[in-house]
Nanobody, 122 residues
């Protein structure tokens, strides 16, 4: 059984930083891109960042480019999201995903974590 477990969310002041982790178990995702999405209250889930293990390519939404960094540790089967210069607009539940069905930025992945809340106060 595949499991993705996020951690690292919390409450932070604007301008602060958080680091999210997503630990995968049940199978290795060393050949599967992984991504972070987020969903703010009243809004649709949106793409944040993705990483491909082959070549270590990374992709970001324009809204987080230059502030967020996605990285991964193959040996630990874990993906991270370092979030800097946070603003209240970054407040959302952040989800880890693995196994894209159609495109890295589309909300269609085989596996999802349960989500972790990130709240940025002004």
């Amino acid at each position: 059984q595949v499991q993705l477990v996020e951690s690292g969310g919390g409450l932070v002041q604007a301008g602060g930083s958080l680091r999210l982790s997503c630990a995968a178990s049940g199978r290795t995702f060393s050949n599967s891109p992984m991504a972070w999405f987020r969903q703010a209250p009243g809004k649709e889930r949106e793409f944040v960042a993705a990483i491909t293990w082959s070549g270590g390519m990374t992709y970001y939404a324009d809204s987080v480019k230059g502030r967020f960094t996605i990285s991964g540790d193959k040996a630990k089967n874990t993906v991270y999201l370092q979030m800097n210069s946070l603003t209240p607009e970054d407040t959302a539940v952040y989800y880890c995903a693995a196994g894209p069905k159609r495109g890295l930025a589309r909300d269609e992945y085989d596996h999802w974590g349960q989500g972790t809340q990130v709240t940025v106060s002004s």
